[in-house]
Structure formats: structure tokens, C-alpha cells
């Protein structure tokens, strides 16, 4: 447990220190159209992700996150669409809705607190390839693992799950301010808007 709170510490001031370096802007480029593309990924951002904070609850920089996941995909060779879904903030539902946005049916959601999955279109809305619901526990390269993960779903691989190290207490640690976190991503529900496809930008 020491050793998973130290870890924890260290990531969270590497990634203060990275956030500074590194910082991402979005710019809304229209309704999010199905992919033709059938290798592509979908990389689904919750309403608030970006916007009601830089950063995920245990700190890590959403910038760095974000091109860690692109980077991960980048790697395997395969394309990939930023989109932002304003429709709803449970992870499942954007899962779903990405997936069936993608080319290939698969896609990558990721709430503003750092909660992520990797769906694939033919699954139900609770159900999914890979879940990592301990969103304070992701480190940057636990989200380079998961584009890598999901590009090779992608292609059609069955690839090893990401392994996340398992903290019972992070749960109730985090689990007050997880939910002022989902009352401001609900305050930011645009149902009209749909999903938007997004221009990403980090300087």
C-alpha cells in the first residue's frame, strides 16, 4: 500500500511538472459523421474533459494523458478522430456511442476524473473490452497501453488486457470529489450537440 501511494506521488508531481510543459486546446470541427476508415480509433472525451479541469483527479495533466493514448495508437500504425460527446457522462454510454462512430468499432472513452475504456460496437453498453474504472490509479503510460491496446483491437489482434495495479482505498478516497466532478461534466450536457468532432492542438 506504501509503495502504491508513493508511486501515486511521484506520478502526480511528474505530471504537474509536465502539465506545465505541455498543454492541449480543442476546437470543434463540426457533427461527428460514421468512419469509413477500418483501422481507425475513436477517442471519446467526456463534456468536462478539458474543460472543467486540466487534469484528472490524482493530478495527471489531461494534455499528457491524451497524447499518451494518441501516441500508444500512432505506434501501431493505425488512424484515429478525436470526438467529444455531450450527450451524455456515463463512461458506458460514450463507449457505445464512439464505437459505433468509428471505423473499425473500436474506440477509447475517458471521463474528465481519468475513468477509461477501450468498447467495440458489437458489445453492449455494459459491456466492454477492457475497463479501468480506478481512474485516479492510470499513469501516462498506462494510457500509451491502452491506444496501443486498442489500435490492435483495431486490426484485429486480441492483445493482453493493460494491467492497472488495485487500490480497495481509492475508491473512497476519491470518491466525494468524483462526484462534484459529475455533477460540473452533467452541468455541461448539450443533448442538441450530440457528439463534435475535434481539432486537437498541444503546445
Not at 131 to 150: S, Y
Amino acid at each position: 500500500m506504501d509503495q502504491l501511494q508513493t508511486k501515486i506521488r511521484k506520478t502526480t508531481t511528474m505530471s504537474q511538472t509536465e502539465q506545465r510543459k505541455r498543454t492541449v486546446t480543442f476546437e470543434d470541427i463540426g457533427p461527428a459523421e460514421k468512419g469509413t476508415t477500418p483501422d481507425e480509433v475513436v477517442i471519446a472525451l467526456s463534456p468536462g474533459f478539458g474543460e472543467i479541469s486540466t487534469e484528472t483527479l490524482s493530478g495527471i495533466s489531461h494534455a499528457e494523458i491524451l497524447r499518451e493514448t494518441m501516441a500508444g495508437i500512432e505506434e501501431e500504425g493505425v488512424s484515429m478522430r478525436i470526438v467529444r460527446v455531450y450527450d451524455t457522462v456515463d463512461l458506458g454510454r460514450m463507449g457505445l456511442i464512439s464505437s459505433n462512430l468509428s471505423g473499425s468499432g473500436i474506440s477509447i472513452a475517458v471521463q474528465a476524473r481519468g475513468t477509461t475504456l477501450i468498447h467495440q460496437e458489437d458489445l453492449l453498453q455494459l459491456d466492454n473490452l477492457e475497463l479501468f474504472p480506478q481512474g485516479p490509479l492510470l499513469v501516462p503510460e498506462t494510457f500509451r497501453a491502452i491506444g496501443q491496446n486498442a489500435a490492435r483491437y483495431a486490426k484485429g489482434e486480441s492483445p493482453a488486457p493493460v494491467t492497472v495495479e488495485n487500490d480497495p482505498m481509492t475508491r473512497p478516497k476519491f470518491q466525494a470529489m468524483a462526484a462534484i466532478w459529475h455533477i460540473k461534466e452533467t452541468e455541461r450536457l448539450g443533448e442538441d450537440r450530440g457528439q463534435v468532432e475535434l481539432d486537437v492542438n498541444f503546445s
